[in-house]
């Protein structure tokens, strides 16, 4: 979490009353300008009782993204990144951490499409004006219409369009996350060199993944194809994924669908196993940070449901599975 290209000089400054006329834009500009604008930067985020503070180096040049992010406080880390390649480095006893807080991954581009599903289930508020980092920008709140899901509030550079601070949030207002510039300049150019890593290669570990974007809805897939069925899915909510693989030593097989509401992802795990003997209906929940994850036995399926959206939406995802067929049947799936 998306086509995105450079717009002109003047779609880039729009003015305010031409955003409050069109939110839509202002949000599919957004998201082109974190990916096609050089800059560079000091990063806070907060979040889940932690404060990080990141230097943030993005370029695009020749149809080729790059961005290296670095860690300023606590153990040394940097994060490269050429398109969908990620590159992790970080001491060898350092727990891995992919998506740091930089202006592409707190908050995701959304595509002409994906913005009218979201219409259907949060609201637009215009901000006003703000300063951030020392510059003006122009603000916008994605509110959620129901309890379901959480909302943004983001600022960007009226110039760049680049997003300088953006908010996760829950209830009652409550900040759940929070990215923000402290300062950010924008070079015509950058140099190969400010994407080379500084850690020492004896001192760290490498972890290389590629990411892809979060799909956007498709059709249905036949129940005769799928080993568990969604009887109840929050407003909006609708397929985007969904893929059958084996298990580990030949254990059988786990499904695994996600859903979005078009701004939001919760995946589904489903996979067949001995119920605990006389509490077929096992639950249980928890939380990490902004994430939840309700799990319960469903017959003699173990189903998982994790996702950042409230605790009663993967609650009443998870409550709604139910087995809908063999599970070698779902070997049928494209």
Request: aromatic share 6%.
């Amino acid at each position: 979490m998306r086509g995105r290209a450079l717009l002109g000089a003047l779609a880039l400054a729009a003015a305010p009353t031409a955003f409050a006329a069109d939110p839509a834009d202002f949000l599919v500009r957004i998201g082109e300008a974190a990916r096609n604008t050089n800059y560079q930067g000091v990063i806070i985020y907060q979040g889940d009782d932690m404060l990080e503070t990141m230097r943030v180096t993005h370029r695009f040049k020749d149809g080729t993204e790059h961005e290296r992010v670095q860690s300023l406080n606590g153990d040394p880390r940097e994060i490269l990144k050429e398109n969908n390649k990620v590159i992790c480095l970080l001491p060898k006893d350092r727990k891995l951490t992919m998506n740091l807080p930089t202006p592409k991954a707190l908050f995701p581009a959304l595509s002409a499409e994906r913005l009218q599903q979201i219409s259907q289930v949060y609201e637009f508020k215009d901000l006003g004006t703000a300063r951030v980092a020392g510059r003006n920008c122009q603000g916008l709140a994605i509110a959620p219409r129901d309890q379901f899901r959480y909302g943004y509030e983001i600022w960007a550079d009226q110039q760049s369009s680049v997003p300088l601070k953006v908010s996760l949030i829950g209830r009652k207002g409550a900040v759940l996350e929070q990215m923000m510039f402290t300062e950010i300049e924008f070079p015509a150019s950058i140099p190969d060199t400010a994407f080379r890593p500084q850690l020492p290669p004896g001192e760290t570990r490498q972890v290389v993944q590629m990411i892809e974007n979060p799909p956007l809805p498709q059709p249905g897939v036949s129940p005769s194809t799928v080993s568990l069925k969604l009887d109840r899915m929050p407003p909006g909510y609708r397929v985007a994924f969904r893929e059958l693989r084996p298990l580990p030593a030949g254990q059988g097989m786990v499904e695994h669908v996600v859903l979005s509401d078009g701004l939001s992802a919760i995946s589904v795990f489903s996979a067949m196993k001995a119920a605990p003997p006389g509490n077929v209906q096992s639950q249980s929940v928890s939380q990490m940070g902004t994430v939840h994850a309700y799990r319960r036995m469903v017959g003699g399926f173990h189903v998982t449901v994790v996702g950042e959206a409230p605790q009663e939406t993967v609650r009443m995802i998870g409550d709604g599975a139910k087995p809908a067929g063999k599970v070698e049947a779902a070997a049928a799936l494209p």
